[in-house]
């Protein structure tokens, strides 16, 4: 079913979607969405997808559903997400996947700044984000748990990532496309260069972003990757005097 | 107008800076003819006079609805001033907010038992169109209470002691049968007429700060000690109500006027903000009742009214007598054919109406409710055309 | 009846219900001279087990179909009509050990110098099983057993 | 004919679990027991203590003086029965009274076996010792006739139990077991031989894989006994313990199923309805095994009198089985036997624990992964939660490393039984 | 390898009276420090102080009271400059170097302003109320309030048409405050829920989220989002009766939190949804509140999540310009708001900014309240007072400020045992309390402890209700904000001021 946005409030407005899905829709597409907020918040299945450009907190708290975006979207998309797929036929804004948990959210271009922070894994939970263009500083901060790749695709000699990449990170990942100043990563992260395993789990989340956007696999190859993984699972455990 | 009406210097009767809470023990008596018929006061002040007794000389006045008739239009203006010098700097006040329709200096009959009076003076006001327009979103009721709060406030020897159309407080320091007289009150005629004699215990008494209080149309005459005045007055002045004058009966004229007038709440459920049922009675209501008294408890919870306290509370259309919830003041009511009457003691009724058709006594938190019958209000006005 | 409930999850293995078993069961029923003068001849009635964190004070848990008493042979274990503890009445005791060898949760124990067997009481001279009252935490519990 | 409700021949552990069993059932009815001895029910096991002074007349009783009364039985002692009649509900007994019943508890226990081709074995001097009778006769004996060394043939519970009593009256005494060592059907070699030392510690002498072939009598006074081996051993006193067979004449050739002793279904009910049987003259179902089995032991006899006397009264209460347990101090030296003690079976783990000095033997069987039988000597505190695992059949695979430790408990035992245990308030066995 | 500590004497001494011990051992068996030590062949139990923090433990459990425990008796030479604790402290850092932590509240000697505050009570003009006798209500609603109550009128009959936004109905109005599983026993956090379930009031998951076995009482418990989103997912937000945004803590204003690796076991693993062993770290910012606008984003993005069923607090730690701060919160949708002041506690905290950051409660609230009645917004949100609330007279002067209801916790704690020895960071609490230890967390059986927070807040009811009946107030609404029942004691012009009050004598 269609929703049209136009002149409706958010609360409005995920109110009609959350009917919908309550009526037994499978799938509901918002026409002319131009920042309504919290889209998809908290929501277990269906799938929506959005034309225009969605506003802050983009399924935040979301629990299995899917959603699509024809356009870019702003800040906070995903925030404390649990389970589901966010797909971005753009580029997005800061604090990307905060203090995600599980799902995966497929960026075709760029992000801001944040992405990524407070990731954590749990159980069967594994979150992963995968980023086509690049991320603004501090990604990946404090992470704990989960996949977190750039890919670098548009933008030339230009570095995958920022400053200040994975600082306090303790758990996860992170994959960046390209070469990495260590001025550029936090104290409490290490560079190393992909193992076959590594490979083989980037290789099918890229095979998915692929498949999103219709992109060609093969332009990936393992050389081109460096991994990032934190030192250690206690980053401060020594700050303090007992 | 800058001479007393009578004899004595006016003096420390204004002094209101410093005081505290006035607290004290009082009698209330009150008299309405529900269909509109006008009475004289002094049936009124035979009754307040026989609770002499309540009363210890430092306070008395009264409340009287429908003595102005050729004003009824006009915000009647009863002013206290301590000098000359503040009656000019209300009167800048007044005259810059309000057409002034007619001025003169209260009547009264002197008396020697009555001493450092202050200066009283009325005006029959109306708010200026332009100030109308100013504050295109308050009412004139607004301005008008805006207007009697600044005076109140800022002007330290000025002070507006009535301000509602078609009736008037008369009060004063001394026993309420002597103020009456002062004020010449037999010679009003009223459908409504509240009395009171105050026994204030520790504060000497001043004279704005005798009862009724009023505010507008509402006047309130009080007994016993609102225990919860630091919160009402707080609460109020988050709706713009000021507390000039440190006494609790005034923060129930403004509660009245905030709930009826401001919030439009139904006179009951007014009354039930002020004195709500026991959250154990709420649970036991009828689901609609209970939701709608769960609502005003949990929204009005600064106009509970706390502590010991009787009122009456006099206002156009009509009198609400009204106990704390725990019923720790006395109160009487009876009726007699279309008058309505309230008083700490029934004697004070029986006084002046000695075969009532029903006597009853208040329960706690319930009010007592007289109300003008339709078009009774005109049929007073048209009595005194007539 | 009323019986000793045992919670092992709130037992913290600190054995003052041992202390004050032997106590209660000393001649002095002063802690400091129980200690210092009958110590060595008193088996308390009630032991704590211990195993890592995990701790619990077992006693006799006074069965309804006491093994110990279809086993002992002179009818010294019997059941107090008016309590329905099992008891052991130490004089008639001849040190055969079938009790022991019945009792499955080993709460029998030769008593002092191996002579006769020794076993809780249920403090029958207290209104409450001191254990009971001295656990501080309440791992043991004296109730009714209708409250299962 | 008067009839009787409930009728009981025997007046032991088992007739007492009878009445007690009744009553926990049926607060009125009367009940009659009929006694061959002339005692108030005293306990079987304690003659040994008290032929060694250690226990006088007055606590020889089972049960309190007003036993009967409290629980309305009527008593008839002295009155041996010597043939029940099912078809009819009767018993006869040996001065010709005939007695009807309604319910029949059969508990008239076992008789002591003395082997009759033994010359001598009736000479004064030689006894049995399974009554207070027998006891009594063995202290006049001992008394009157001065005897200074005695000979006990049998090396299983009895036999240790009078050897201990003679020891203590200040015998020299020695017991010939025909095994290969001593309480053979409970303890292993190594068990036997740390009681075979506490005896000759004690000043017994211990002669095993050997039997008294004959009795050599002087005027019908025991003088020595003769081995099969030839020995000579010069003795007054000879005391046949070599075991007890259950008392069935009185059932003989009567409907009621018998075996080596009278068949009793899981309810101890005989194969005639209303005709139960307990304690040693019952063959009752055992546990650690597909047949019914007499095993003549205190324990069991008291539960199936309990139970007899339960269903008599209408409840329908099942015994679980009969186990082969013992508990027997031995010159001070305390051992527990329990269930199957040497497996014969090749599935069975065992596992021991030996300290020689202490001295101290642990042993337990272990038969997919559950205890089937225990031998503890000299530590023997635990022992009751090995007799637990037994009867409960638990899994222990869990804490099998633990099973012989020196702080295994209850605590050590898989979690949901321990919580049967100790957070239930009773435990039913 | 724990290195010997140069230069740092034992802070306490234990005293073992000969006469008295018993050698029982039960001292040993209780000391997670292995202060206490039974010598097998002399068959005597010894003491080293040095480990010895003072929590009682082996003192309160000796049956013979053979132990007591005292300040070390060695004192440095007196300096008021140079304090035993600063030496300490300095001895300590040179030692290991790093950031000193510490327990529990602020202990400094600072001035206790709610015993500069007097309550008042009705003589003669105005009766005592009887509590024992007459109707006392603590009954109260927390959430929030619309300006007035709509009306319409059908047929001259009025109806009521104002629908209140979801409230939190608090039998007495002390809630237990923000405690996460982890930081204390999970025992701890049963006591805590079914105390608040038991009484009629809330218990508060902190931001260690909610433990599965919790959630029967989740509709007396409030559950916290932090920085860190713990545990945080749609049916934690939709489980709790309320939601709480933490945005700072008294304790620490602008420090995080961190739960070491090692006290991160199965089940605080499970509930806070993190890998066994990993550290859980709580950074002060949410990272997505840079603002107060983001603030009102994530408001209503929970509120979106619960479809604007619950409630939602923020918490904000007292600091200087707090009255401002809370002005901001309000504007931004909370319904609630609680204010954490200085002398909060906490698991976990730098010495240096527990003593030195943050203002007292009692200004915050005095300040608060003003600042939202000048507004005409105090209505909007409730307001919960907290840190350091001691007793029901601090409750009951709280409610004169204008707080609608206290949290309690170290309070709650010490109900429950706690002795303050303020090592709740070392994990080896021997109350069973902070810790993860499950030989120590089995010493707090959350039956007792329920019976014993159940007992404190019926206890503080009582002497509220005494306290209110003596003001001549039946209704805690009366007492709400009503500043004139407070006097100032030894209060300058300005604190008087600020706190809204007039001084004793007035």
């Given at each position: 079913m269609t929703i049209n946005a136009t002149g409706v409030y958010y609360r409005q407005l995920n109110e009609q979607i959350r009917a919908a899905f309550n009526n037994g829709a499978d799938e509901v597409v918002v026409e002319n969405v131009c920042g309504h907020r919290y889209l998809g918040t908290s929501l277990r299945s269906g799938r929506i997808v959005i034309n225009g450009v969605p506003g802050n907190d983009l399924g935040a708290f979301m629990d299995g559903a899917e959603i699509i975006v024809r356009g870019n979207a702003q800040d906070g998309v995903g925030n404390t997400m649990n389970a589901g797929k966010i797909v971005i036929h753009g580029h997005a804004g800061d604090i990307l996947g905060y203090a995600q948990r599980g799902g995966k959210i497929f960026v075709q271009d760029s992000v801001g700044y944040r992405a990524g922070i407070h990731m954590k894994a749990y159980h069967d939970h594994f979150p992963v984000v995968v980023v086509g263009g690049t991320a603004q500083d501090y990604l990946g901060e404090y992470m704990a748990g989960g996949i977190l790749a750039v890919l670098n695709l548009?933008?030339?000699?230009?570095?995958?990532?920022?400053?200040?990449?994975?600082?306090?990170?303790?758990?996860?990942?992170?994959y960046l496309r390209g070469t990495v100043e260590a001025y550029q990563l936090g104290q409490e992260v290490g560079l190393e260069c992909l193992e076959e395993s590594d490979w083989q789990s980037l290789g099918s989340i890229l095979g998915e972003y692929c498949t999103e956007f219709d992109r060609d696999p093969a332009q990936f190859c393992q050389g081109d990757f460096v991994k990032l993984t934190p030192r250690s699972t206690r980053p401060y455990g020594r700050l303090y005097v007992y | 107008m800058n001479t007393p009406s009578c004899g004595g210097p006016p003096g420390k009767s204004m002094n209101r800076r410093d005081r505290g809470k006035d607290i004290g023990g009082c009698a209330i008596s009150g008299i309405m003819a529900e269909n509109g018929e006008l009475f004289s006061g002094e049936l009124v002040m035979r009754s307040i006079a026989n609770m002499r007794e309540r009363a210890n000389g430092l306070g008395g006045g009264y409340a009287a609805y429908g003595i102005y008739p050729q004003h009824k239009d006009h915000y009647a203006l009863h002013v206290m001033y301590e000098s000359g010098q503040d009656q000019q700097t209300t009167e800048q006040i007044i005259q810059q907010n309000c057409l002034i329709h007619e001025a003169e200096p209260i009547p009264t009959h002197p008396l020697h038992v009555i001493k450092q009076r202050p200066l009283l003076h009325r005006y029959f006001v109306t708010v200026k169109p332009e100030q109308l327009e100013r504050y295109y979103d308050l009412s004139e009721d607004d301005i008008m209470a805006n207007i009697v709060m600044t005076i109140n406030t800022d002007v330290s020897g000025g002070f507006v002691f009535s301000s509602g159309k078609n009736m008037g407080i008369f009060k004063g320091v001394g026993y309420p049968e002597d103020i009456g007289q002062f004020f010449r009150v037999d010679e009003y005629d009223a459908y409504i007429w509240i009395a009171h004699g105050r026994y204030p215990t520790n504060t000497t008494g001043w004279w704005g700060g005798a009862h009724p209080f009023g505010l507008l149309e509402w006047s309130v005459v009080h007994n016993g000690e609102i225990s919860s005045y630091g919160i009402n007055r707080r609460y109020l002045a988050n709706f713009g109500y000021y507390c000039t004058l440190q006494?609790?009966?005034?923060?129930?004229?403004?509660?009245?006027?905030?709930?009826?007038?401001?919030?439009?709440?139904?006179?009951?459920?007014?009354?039930?903000?002020?004195?709500?049922?026991?959250?154990?009675?709420?649970?036991?209501?009828a689901p609609e009742q209970r939701e709608l008294a769960r609502t005003i408890r949990t929204v009005y919870g600064g106009a509970l009214l706390n502590g010991p306290f009787s009122v009456v509370v006099g206002h156009s259309t009509g009198m609400i007598g009204f106990n704390d919830r725990i019923k720790l003041r006395p109160m009487v009511a009876a009726r007699h054919e279309d008058r309505l009457y309230i008083a700490s003691e029934e004697a004070a009724i029986t006084e002046i109406c000695p075969k009532p058709d029903v006597t009853w006594h208040a329960q706690g938190g319930v009010p007592i409710v007289g109300k003008l019958k339709n078009g009774a209000e005109d049929s007073a006005v048209a009595q005194v055309a007539g | 009846m009323k019986r000793i409930k045992i919670n092992e999850q709130h037992c913290i293995g600190c054995r003052l219900c041992e202390i004050h078993c032997l106590v209660q069961h000393s001649k002095s029923k002063k802690i400091i001279k129980a200690f210092r003068e009958e110590r060595e001849s008193i088996v308390p009635g009630i032991h704590v087990e211990e195993s890592g964190y995990v701790s619990f004070a077992l006693q006799c848990r006074h069965c309804e179909d006491a093994p110990c008493i279809e086993a002992c042979m002179t009818g010294a274990m019997y059941r107090d009509p008016e309590t329905e503890a099992v008891i052991c009445d130490q004089d008639r005791c001849v040190g055969c050990w079938m009790c022991v060898m019945v009792c499955p949760v080993a709460a029998i124990r030769r008593g002092p110098e191996d002579q006769v067997a020794s076993k809780c009481d249920l403090c029958m001279e207290a209104e409450i099983p001191v254990c009971v009252v001295n656990c501080p935490n309440e791992a043991l519990v004296y109730e009714d057993d209708a409250v299962r | 004919m008067k009839r009787h409700p409930y009728l009981i021949i025997g007046n032991s552990v088992a007739a007492i679990a009878g009445v007690e069993g009744i009553r926990q059932v049926d607060d009125d009815t009367p009940i009659t027991i009929l006694a061959r001895e002339p005692h108030h029910t005293y306990s079987r096991p304690l003659i040994s203590y008290w032929l060694s002074g250690q226990v006088d007349d007055g606590d020889m009783f089972y049960r309190p003086e007003d036993f009967y009364e409290q629980n309305r039985v009527d008593v008839i002692l002295s009155q041996e029965v010597i043939s029940v009649d099912p078809q009819n509900q009767t018993v006869q007994t040996a001065d010709g009274h005939r007695?009807?019943?309604?319910?029949?508890?059969?508990?008239?226990?076992?008789?002591?076996?003395?082997p009759p081709d033994i010359p001598g074995s009736d000479a004064d001097g030689v006894f049995t010792f399974t009554t207070w009778d027998d006891a009594r006769n063995i202290r006049d004996f001992v008394t009157q006739q001065g005897v200074q060394q005695a000979v006990v043939v049998g090396g299983g519970l009895i036999g240790l139990k009078s050897l201990e009593a003679l020891v203590e009256l200040g015998l020299q005494t020695t017991v010939v077991e025909l095994a290969d060592r001593i309480l053979s059907a409970t303890f292993d070699?190594?068990?036997?031989?740390?009681?075979?030392?506490?005896?000759?510690?004690?000043?017994?002498?211990?002669?095993?894989?050997?039997?008294?072939?004959?009795?050599?009598t002087e005027d019908r006074q025991v003088k020595e006994a003769i081995l099969h081996t030839g020995q000579h051993i010069s003795c007054q006193l000879v005391v046949f313990a070599i075991g007890v067979r259950p008392n069935i004449q009185m059932v003989a050739d009567t409907s009621i199923a018998v075996d080596w002793g009278i068949l009793v279904d899981d309810h101890m009910q005989t194969s005639v309805a209303d005709v139960y049987a307990a304690g040693d003259v019952a063959q009752a179902p055992a546990l650690l095994s597909d047949e019914?089995?007499?095993?003549?032991?205190?324990?069991?006899?008291?539960?199936?009198?309990?139970?007899?006397?339960?269903?008599?009264?209408?409840?329908?209460?099942?015994?679980?089985?009969?186990?082969?347990?013992?508990?027997v101090d031995i010159c001070g030296l305390p051992t527990i036997s329990v269930g199957m003690t040497t497996p014969d079976n090749e599935d069975c783990e065992v596992l021991t624990a030996l300290d020689e000095e202490a001295p101290s033997y642990k042993k337990i069987v272990l038969c997919d992964e559950k205890v089937v039988g225990a031998i503890f000597v000299g530590d023997i505190d635990r022992a009751g939660i090995f007799t637990g695992l037994i009867k409960q059949e638990i899994d222990v695979a869990s804490c099998k490393e633990l099973l012989l430790t020196e702080d295994f408990g209850v605590i050590s035992l898989p979690t949901e039984y321990r919580k049967h245990l100790v957070s239930g308030m009773g435990i039913e066995v | 390898m724990q290195l010997r500590k140069w230069l740092v004497e034992p802070e306490f001494r234990i005293e073992r009276d000969p006469e008295k011990c018993i050698q029982c051992g039960v001292c040993v068996r209780q000391c997670a420090n292995d202060v206490h030590e039974y010598d097998e062949e002399e068959e005597v139990v010894y003491s080293d102080s040095t480990n010895c923090v003072s929590c009682h433990r082996c003192a309160t459990l000796c049956p013979t009271d053979a132990i007591s425990i005292r300040p070390f008796p060695l004192e440095f030479r007196p300096n008021a400059v140079w304090t035993a604790s600063t030496l300490r402290n300095l001895y300590k850092q040179a030692d290991i170097g790093g950031v000193l932590l510490t327990g529990m509240g602020n202990d400094q000697d600072q001035p206790m302003y709610w015993d500069r505050m007097l309550l008042n009570a009705s003589q003669v003009t105005n009766p005592s109320i009887d509590p024992l006798r007459e109707p006392m209500e603590l009954l109260t609603y927390i959430g929030r309030k619309p300006d007035s109550v709509q009306f319409e009128r059908i047929a001259g009959q009025p109806r009521m048409t104002t629908q209140l936004e979801p409230q939190l109905q608090l039998q007495v109005p002390v809630m237990f405050a923000a405690m996460s599983y982890g930081s204390i026993s999970y025992n701890a956090s049963v006591a805590l829920a079914q105390a608040a379930q038991q009484v009629g009031t809330f218990a508060n998951t902190g931001e260690g989220g909610l433990?599965?076995?919790?959630?029967?009482?989740?509709?007396?418990?409030?559950?916290?989002?932090?920085?860190?989103?713990?545990?945080?997912?749609?049916?934690?937000?939709?489980?709790?009766?309320?939601?709480?945004?933490?945005?700072?803590?008294?304790?620490k204003p602008g420090i995080g939190g961190h739960l070491p690796g090692e006290k991160v076991d199965a089940a605080i693993s499970a509930t806070r949804m993190i890998p066994e062993g990993t550290d859980a770290l709580s950074p002060a910012p949410h990272h997505d509140i840079y603002s107060i606008e983001d603030l009102r984003q994530l408001i209503y993005a929970i509120k979106e999540a619960v479809c604007y069923s619950k409630p939602i607090l923020v918490k904000i730690a007292a600091v200087h310009n707090v009255s401002a701060i809370a002005s901001g919160c309000v504007r931004a949708g909370a319904d609630v708001l609680v204010i954490d002041g200085y002398r909060g506690g906490t698991g976990a905290a730098p010495t240096m900014v527990r003593n030195n950051v943050g203002i007292p409660i009692e200004f915050a609230l005095a300040a608060v309240d003003s600042r939202l009645r000048e507004e005409g917004i105090r209505h909007q949100a409730s307001l919960i007072a907290s840190g350091g609330?001691?007793?029901?007279?601090?409750?009951?002067?709280?409610?004169?400020?204008?707080?609608?209801?206290?949290?309690?916790?170290?309070?709650?704690?010490?109900?429950?045992?706690?002795?303050?020895?303020?090592?709740?960071?070392?994990?080896?609490?021997?109350?069973?309390?902070?810790?993860?230890?499950?030989?120590?967390?089995?010493?707090l059986n959350p039956n007792i402890a329920t019976r014993r927070l159940v007992s404190l807040l019926e206890s503080w009811a009582l002497e509220i209700k005494e306290l209110m009946g003596g003001m001549g107030i039946n209704a805690v609404e009366s007492l709400r904000g009503n500043?004139?029942?407070?006097?100032?004691?030894?209060?300058?012009?300005?604190?008087?001021?600020?706190?809204?009050?007039?001084a004793a004598g007035e």
């Open positions: 548009n933008s030339g000699d230009q570095l995958a990532a920022g400053d200040y990449i994975g600082t306090g990170m303790h758990g996860g990942v992170i | 006494t609790d009966t005034e923060v129930i004229a403004y509660i009245f006027d905030l709930l009826l007038r401001k919030h439009d709440l139904p006179l009951e459920v007014a009354c039930m903000a002020m004195a709500p049922p026991f959250w154990a009675e709420i649970e036991r209501m | - | 007695i009807a019943f309604d319910k029949l508890l059969i508990a008239a226990g076992g008789q002591p076996i003395v070699q190594t068990a036997a031989e740390l009681a075979q030392t506490m005896l000759e510690e004690a000043g017994v002498t211990v002669l095993c894989n050997n039997t008294v072939a004959e009795i050599a019914r089995r007499c095993i003549p032991i205190l324990p069991n006899a008291y539960r199936q009198g309990c139970v007899a006397g339960q269903n008599m009264a209408g409840a329908d209460q099942l015994y679980r089985g009969g186990l082969v347990m013992n508990a | 433990h599965k076995d919790l959630r029967e009482y989740a509709d007396h418990m409030i559950v916290q989002v932090a920085s860190g989103r713990f545990g945080v997912d749609s049916d934690y937000l939709n489980t709790g009766a309320a939601v709480e945004i933490k945005i700072g803590q008294g304790a609330i001691r007793c029901s007279a601090d409750v009951a002067k709280a409610i004169a400020l204008g707080a609608d209801a206290v949290n309690i916790g170290t309070a709650a704690l010490v109900a429950m045992g706690c002795h303050l020895c303020q090592k709740c960071y070392t994990g080896k609490c021997n109350w069973g309390i902070a810790t993860q230890d499950p030989y120590l967390t089995k010493r500043r004139e029942h407070l006097r100032g004691l030894g209060l300058t012009n300005r604190e008087l001021q600020i706190l809204g009050i007039k």
